[in-house]
T-cell receptor, first 112, second 114 residues
C-alpha cells in the first residue's frame, strides 16, 4: 500500500496564479482532510470530507476549494494564490470513526 | 513544551539517554490525545495515543503520561537513538458543537547527540 500520496512535493507560484494540490489514498478511508503547517503554529485544518460527495470547511478555508468525487482522491485548489498561502500542505486520511490520521509527505508551496 | 513563537523549543539529549517531551493542552473537555513524530521533509507519523480515562500508556520504547489536573501530557522515549531526531507534537481531541475537533500543538525539536 502506498498510503497517502501527495503531488507535487514542491511548487512555486506567482501571486494570482491557480493550481491544484493532488491527494490520493489507497486505504479505502472515508475521511480525508487538508492541513497547512506554518512556522510557530500547529497544523490547521483547511477542508475535510467524510465521504465521496461530501466536503466541509475547516478552520482556515478561505482561498481554497475542494471536491471529493471518489473515495480515493481529494484535491485542494488554490483559485488565486496569495503570498499568505505560502506554506507546507498535508493531506491526511482515516477510517470513519477512527481517531488516528495517516498523513502524506507534504507539498511545499511558495507564492511570490 | 509548546511554543507560540517562530522557533520550536529544542531538547538535546545524548544517545542512549531517556527523553521527556512535554505538552500543555488547552481544553479540559479533550478526551483523547495523540503524539506524532515528524522527521524533516516528511509528514507526521503516529507514535502513541491515550484516552482521558487513562493516566499512562506504554508502547515500544515510548510512554505517554497524562495529568488531567494540570492539563499536561508528556512523551517519554527510552534509550534515545539517532533515528528519534525529529519534531514531536501532541494533538488533543474534543467534541464541540460541530463535531470532534483535533487541535495540534506546535511541537518540540528533539536532537540526539552522538
Amino acid at each position: 500500500n502506498a498510503g497517502v500520496t501527495q503531488t507535487p512535493k514542491f511548487q512555486v507560484l506567482k501571486t494570482g496564479q491557480s493550481m491544484t494540490l493532488q491527494c490520493a489514498q489507497d486505504m479505502n478511508h472515508e475521511y480525508m482532510s487538508w492541513y497547512r503547517q506554518d512556522p510557530g503554529m500547529g497544523l490547521r485544518l483547511i477542508h475535510y470530507s467524510v465521504g465521496a460527495g461530501i466536503t466541509d470547511q475547516g478552520e482556515v478555508p478561505n482561498g481554497y476549494n475542494v471536491s471529493r468525487s471518489t473515495t480515493e482522491d481529494f484535491p485542494l485548489r488554490l483559485l488565486s494564490a496569495a503570498p499568505s498561502q505560502t506554506s507546507v500542505y498535508f493531506c491526511a486520511s482515516k477510517p470513519s470513526g477512527a481517531n488516528v490520521l495517516t498523513f502524506g509527505a507534504g507539498s511545499r508551496l511558495t507564492v511570490l | 513544551g509548546e511554543s507560540v513563537g517562530l522557533h520550536l523549543p529544542t531538547l538535546s539529549v545524548q544517545e542512549g539517554d531517556n527523553s521527556i517531551i512535554n505538552c500543555a493542552y488547552s481544553n479540559s473537555a479533550s478526551d483523547y490525545f495523540i503524539w506524532y513524530k515528524q522527521e524533516s521533509g516528511k509528514g507526521p507519523q503516529f507514535i502513541i495515543d491515550i484516552r482521558s480515562n487513562m493516566d499512562k500508556r506504554q508502547g515500544q520504547r515510548v510512554t505517554v503520561l497524562l495529568n488531567k489536573t494540570v492539563k499536561h501530557l508528556s512523551l517519554q522515549i527510552a534509550a534515545t537513538q539517532p533515528g528519534d531526531s525529529a519534531v514531536y507534537f501532541c494533538a488533543e481531541k474534543a467534541y464541540t458543537g460541530g463535531g470532534n475537533k483535533l487541535t495540534f500543538g506546535t511541537g518540540t525539536q528533539l536532537k540526539v547527540e552522538l
